[in-house]
T-cell receptor, first 113, second 118 residues
Framework: GAGVSQTPSNKVTEKGKYVELRCDPI?????LYWYRQSLGQGPEFLIYFQGTGAADDSGLPNDRFFAVRPEGSVSTLKIQRTERGDSAVYLC???????????FGPGTRLTVL | AQTVTQSQPEMSVQEAETVTLSCTYDTSENNYYLFWYKQPPSRQMILVIRQEAYKQQNATENRFSVNFQKAAKSFSLKISDSQLGDTAMYFCAFTANAGGTSYGKLTFGQGTILTVHP
């Protein structure tokens, strides 16, 4: 079946702009996660959803970052007033439940000029 | 807070040989899961193997096996009969079971770059 998909695969923007990154999880997966991976590092947790609600957003670095999952399926990560330090690969993962294995998408590489 | 440490930034191995990647972790939780993920240059994070902390038996998936030492908080990955396609960055990761303070989210190590030479 189809895996986790993320769009766009690459996004280049200018400092101060607003960006949206989309994640389409595996069908039927109730849990959805966002991670950020800087070059040469392991992914760092940002936020996860159980259904439509954010169960844990403790990893969001500041209030410029926000994520939604209005219908319990697709999720959008939104970054306002982007900064050069936001440049990274943003990974999305989904799982059947929070105790099941997380399956990752191919990521979106965000570059802020 | 949970931490995961991979002390080997880079490893290399000859094709068909065996290699072991190290991982240690720190947690106060008793019920948790450990994972090894592989990330090739394509960037796709792929699950290699999963271990439940309550299981004493080490997990095995074909050429991949783990040595899980719960008391020592060690979780190493052994790759047998290495293949060129095993070349990738390997990440050790941890998540607590539901009911723990950090359930749901994965905590990753820094990664080990593995290169398999022909």
């Amino acid at each position: 079946g189809a895996g986790v998909s993320q769009t766009p695969s690459n996004k280049v923007t200018e400092k101060g702009k607003y960006v949206e990154l989309r994640c389409d999880p595996i069908s039927g997966h109730t849990a959805l996660y966002w991670y950020r991976q800087s070059l040469g590092q392991g992914p760092e947790f940002l936020i996860y959803f159980q259904g439509t609600g954010a169960a844990d957003d403790s990893g969001l670095p500041n209030d410029r970052f926000f994520a939604v999952r209005p219908e319990g399926s697709v999720s959008t990560l939104k970054i306002q007033r982007t900064e050069r330090g936001d440049s990274a690969v943003y990974l999305c993962a989904s799982s059947l439940s929070i105790t099941d294995t997380q399956y990752f998408g191919p990521g979106t590489r965000l570059t802020v000029l | 807070a949970q931490t995961v440490t991979q002390s080997q930034p880079e490893m290399s191995v000859q094709e068909a040989e065996t290699v072991t990647l190290s991982c240690t972790y720190d947690t106060s939780e008793n019920n948790y899961y450990l994972f090894w993920y592989k990330q090739p240059p394509s960037r796709q994070m792929i699950l290699v193997i999963r271990q439940e902390a309550y299981k004493q038996q080490n997990a095995t998936e074909n050429r991949f096996s783990v040595n899980f030492q719960k008391a020592a908080k060690s979780f190493s990955l052994k790759i047998s009969d290495s293949q060129l396609g095993d070349t990738a960055m390997y990440f050790c990761a941890f998540t607590a079971n539901a009911g723990g303070t950090s359930y749901g989210k994965l905590t990753f190590g820094q990664g080990t770059i593995l290169t398999v030479h022909p």
